[in-house]
């Protein structure tokens, strides 16, 4: 009796579609250029700026928005993942028990896209976990509808929008 077993793998696009929702009927969207965006956050890095310097696209939005949620979803290394961002003349608390950064403060939407491409996260575990990060950028108008977008952070690993395929096949003689 002779088992032969053969691995194929090949390299297939994954789906990671930038989100975008809306809690009223008002089209009110954004996305982030070249979206998914990733970056790769290497070894000798302690913080990268999560989103791309080219602003993201507004569809739809007011001429005042009153504030950012920008979010760690489900962080691998918890309290060691934080999020920063300098922005005058706005509060900006960081919540870590929950993984997330307040922004608020009226002011337009050239604003609030300029706070975005300002914001950093932090990973000071030792090792970190390897893996991509989902950071989610929710903004919100006058009401409290808003809209979400997210980018993600590589650690450990190339930036890809590829994943390994493996099929197994077992012939039995």
Same mark, same amino acid.
């Given at each position: 009796?002779?088992?032969?077993?053969?691995?194929?793998?090949?390299?297939?696009?994954?789906?990671?579609?930038?989100?975008?929702?809306?809690?009223?009927?008002?089209?009110?969207?954004?996305?982030?250029?070249?979206?998914?965006?990733?970056?790769?956050?290497?070894?000798?890095?302690?913080?990268?700026?999560?989103?791309?310097?080219?602003?993201?696209?507004?569809? !739809?939005?007011?001429?005042?928005?009153?504030?950012?949620?920008?979010?760690?979803?489900?962080?691998?290394?918890?309290?060691?993942?934080?999020?920063?961002?300098?922005?005058?003349?706005?509060?900006? *608390?960081?919540?870590?028990?929950?993984?997330?950064?307040?922004?608020?403060?009226?002011?337009?939407? /050239?604003?609030?896209?300029?706070?975005?491409?300002?914001?950093?996260?932090?990973?000071?575990?030792?090792?970190?976990?390897?893996?991509?990060?989902? *950071? /989610?950028?929710?903004?919100?108008?006058? !009401?409290?509808?808003?809209?979400?977008?997210?980018?993600?952070?590589?650690?450990?690993?190339?930036?890809?929008?590829?994943?390994?395929?493996?099929?197994?096949?077992?012939?039995?003689?």
């Amino acid at each position: 009796t002779t088992t032969t077993t053969t691995t194929t793998s090949t390299e297939v696009e994954t789906t990671t579609d930038v989100v975008m929702e809306t809690t009223d009927m008002s089209p009110f969207a954004f996305m982030f250029p070249n979206s998914p965006y990733t970056v790769e956050m290497f070894p000798s890095q302690n913080s990268v700026v999560v989103a791309p310097s080219e602003p993201a696209m507004v569809t !739809g939005a007011p001429d005042q928005l009153i504030g950012m949620y920008v979010t760690i979803v489900n962080p691998s290394d918890g309290l060691f993942e934080t999020l920063s961002v300098s922005a005058v003349g706005f509060s900006v *608390i960081y919540h870590p028990d929950l993984s997330y950064l307040e922004i608020t403060g009226g002011a337009s939407v /050239e604003s609030y896209l300029t706070i975005m491409t300002r914001v950093m996260y932090f990973n000071s575990a030792s090792p970190r976990t390897n893996g991509r990060r989902e *950071i /989610e950028f929710r903004i919100f108008r006058a !009401g409290g509808s808003g809209v979400t977008a997210s980018t993600f952070v590589d650690i450990g690993g190339t930036a890809s929008t590829t994943t390994t395929a493996s099929t197994t096949t077992s012939t039995t003689t």
